[in-house]
DNA sequence: GAACCACAGTAACTTATGTTACACAGCGTA
DNA sequence: TACGCTGTGTAACATAAGTTACTGTGGTTC
């Protein structure tokens, strides 16, 4: 573990800060499809994203999902923040969206080391920020984009994470990260295809354009 | 400035922190209409709202506008808290809603203070929370609401801001807010009016079911 | 009063998106 | 091979929202 977190934290932390995470923290291994944290769920610690990726969802009383934004390796969940003020249940779900090793910290550790350290501070603050920058984007593209753009935006999101320019993905996926239906999808999707800018398989996409 | 101070941040913070806050910072009004952030424009201050109502934008590349919340009493920017960590500049438009009053003080206090007071950092992690929270309501509103909903919610939200029933606003100011238009709102305000909700006059609508 | 202007009402139309229904293709398995 | 399942393609239609255009109205100013 201390190993992992030197390669993933190294450089943003000092090493007084590390030695406490390695000490107080635990490291765990999550699986695709694995559910993480949901709406309405207490909030008791504090992860720290090693490898993997994590999607973080929002949904409204219908069950409809909408695909808020991914956790990488070196993010933490915005929401786990909120430590000691009142407030504790989680606002979004949070999935396993392929294999993640994390760090876990108890939520008391928080602002211990928020006073403690210069390095904590910034990591927390910067995380704030990202995360905000985030909604913002999935403001954006709800309030001015049109679905052809938002399939095209999320399509190049995931070649960025994926770190490949051919997508295992179905339709149906597309929708429910969108909130929209398959058919829909299918429709846009043929049309970029048409256009050249993606080339269409069965359960994979290839992205042209990249 | 003091009294103003103590009446709005008093039961908020400490009284070592408040002397700091009345010496270093300054007090300003702000006239109804004026803007006091656009998007771009680099963060040298953080704002405490002493009186007023601040409305919170954000804007796309065509100029098309959205609002995302309010600011009132008691609240800061969060925008403001990325102190000193590469990007400090605005993502978001603020414009004066109503009359205001706020202090603002200068961006190198707010890492001190941090370290200093236990307050300040319960403030400013629940400004985070609490500005978190409505952009998940925002987003909320535009994936999973219909138009006739967004107007509904629109209204109470103005209604509670206002303290009144009786609300000075026109179709178009809606409209602006919602990014719709015009003709838009007028047809659900229409709608809504035929249901009992509310009532139509000139540059007024009246909330019945509140 | 006449002219003007911002605001509101409404019809008619366009377009984007969502829905329903069905055909078919790829692929694993009995 | 036959069957069944999942994913994709597509048509036809329904609905919500955006657009254009015109009317009327309350209030202000000359």
């Known amino acids: 573990m201390r190993q992992k977190l030197e390669n993933s934290y190294g450089f943003l932390f000092e090493p007084d800060l590390l030695s406490e995470i390695a000490q107080d923290g635990r490291l765990i291994a999550i699986a695709e499809g694995e559910k993480m944290l949901d709406i ?3 909030i008791k610690s504090i992860p ?56 876990v910290i108890p939520i008391e550790f928080m602002n211990r080391w928020l006073i403690k350290y210069e390095s904590w501070r910034k990591y927390i603050f910067n995380a704030y ?19 052809s753009a938002r399939i095209e935006k999320h399509l190049i999101e995931k070649v960025k994470i994926c770190k ?23 429709r ?3 049309k970029l295809e048409m ?5 269409l398989y069965r359960n994979k996409i290839e992205i042209l354009n990249y």
Not at 195 to 199: A, D, Q
Request: proline share 0%; aromatic share 6%.
């Open 129 to 147: 920020q990202v995360r905000f920058q985030e909604m913002l984007e999935a403001i954006d593209s709800l309030a001015f984009y049109d679905m």
């Open 40 to 42: 309405g769920d207490y």
């Open 195 to 199: 256009s050249g800018s993606i080339k």
């Open 48 to 103: 720290l994203l090693i490898s993997g990726t994590i999607k973080i969802l929002r949904e409204d009383k219908n069950g409809d999902e909408l695909l808020l934004y991914y956790l990488e390796c070196g993010d933490t969940c915005a929401m786990s923040m909120n430590h000691g003020i009142g407030v504790s249940k989680s606002e979004i779900r949070a999935i396993c969206d392929s294999d993640a090793e994390l760090i």
């Open 188 to 190: 846009i999707l043929k």
């Open 164 to 186: 490949e320019t051919i997508l295992n993905l179905t339709h149906q996926e597309i929708a429910n990260d969108l909130n929209t239906s398959r058919v829909v999808v299918s």
